[in-house]
């Protein structure tokens, strides 16, 4: 969180990647801007060859459950998605300044082997009725790497991607099929109101949103089909990898 000495990090001609989440609270995110300060402080050493975001879907904010593609303007309604805007910003102005090719993937929920809300489901903490739940959105660890990989091996990359599995879900839904790939008793059901009462703010903020991300572009251009194509999938994978 702090500013970086310039000359720390070696990047002529190499593929950069910027996964560090922004700081836990605020509207900038600092982190990217120390960051990008140090890359630039010497301007003999020639750039990175390509530099890639990971960004998060949720600058979309509510979309009322509408498909997006990456021309839908950021309207984040949280500070934490604020923040993922400030860094797309600098990322983007810091790649215009030196010349280097940038681009920023956009990504929703990561699930993989490790990456299930396990003490989640045990804790035994409600979701929202399946009429009520908002929709949700995900991508599996594996194609998130492989969709990682294309984009610095691309001629041409486009400037945004949405990386995802292309079927999103309900949140309730999510939570369902993870806690029977796991075992475990599916969580109990309450309404909206009851929601609003018992479930954290941070909870409640992202029920707040719904959206369902279109991955054509990804596909399509990218060149990238997902090996894990849906939730039910990725979760075999799971279990054949656990």
Known sequence: ?????????????????????????GVNDTRMCHFTVALTGDETRPPPERA???????IYGDCAGDWITE???????????????????????????IGTSAVILRVPGIYGPNRLPLKRLQSGAPVLSETESPWSNR???????????????????AAIYNICDGH?????????????????ARPPVISRTQADKQLTAGM?????????IDNSL??????????????????????KTC
């Open 52 to 58: 890639v975001l990971i960004s998060t879907t949720g």
């Open 168 to 184: 999103p879900s309900t949140m309730t839904d999510y939570f369902n099929q993870v806690a029977d790939y796991l075992g475990l």
């Open 71 to 97: 021309d839908r303007p950021a309207a984040p309604l949280v500070d934490r998605a604020r923040r993922r805007v400030d860094a797309e910003q600098v990322f983007t102005g810091w790649a215009q300044g």
């Open 139 to 157: 991508i599996h660890a594996t194609d998130l790497v492989r969709s990682c990989m294309a984009v610095v091996r691309h001629d041409n990359p």
């Open 218 to 239: 990804m596909r399509e251009h990218l060149g990238v089909d997902p090996v894990y194509p849906d939730l039910a999938a990725g979760l075999l994978a799971c279990k």
């Open 1 to 25: 969180d702090q500013p970086l000495a310039s000359g720390l990090i070696d990047i002529q001609n190499a593929w950069l990647y910027y996964l560090a989440p922004p700081p836990a609270s």
């Open 204 to 212: 409640l903020s992202y029920l707040a949103e719904s959206k369902r």
